[in-house]
């Protein structure tokens, strides 16, 4: 339940680095396992690197910074 209600809100904002990475690696793995897709909001660009998609949200307009 927890990791459910983090979900709701940036997901990795109160954790330490170690515990964030592997709250984002743990769902990268999951939504490829389920070929599902989660989008994630974060202010925390170590956090894209388990990403297939970038966006930046950039004066009121997402900007596509795929990979």
């Given at each position: 339940m927890a990791?459910?209600?983090?979900?709701?809100?940036?997901?990795?904002?109160?954790l330490?680095?170690?515990?964030?990475?592997?709250?984002?690696?743990?769902?990268?793995?999951e939504?490829?396992?389920?070929?599902?897709a989660?989008?994630?909001v974060?202010h925390d660009?170590?956090m894209?690197?388990?990403s297939?998609?970038?966006?930046h949200?950039?004066?009121?307009?997402?900007?596509?910074e795929?990979?």
């Amino acid at each position: 339940m927890a990791i459910a209600r983090s979900l709701f809100n940036e997901p990795t904002a109160s954790l330490d680095s170690e515990h964030a990475y592997d709250e984002v690696k743990l769902l990268a793995r999951e939504a490829h396992e389920r070929q599902k897709a989660i989008v994630m909001v974060t202010h925390d660009e170590r956090m894209t690197q388990w990403s297939d998609k970038v966006y930046h949200m950039e004066d009121g307009r997402l900007k596509n910074e795929n990979k």
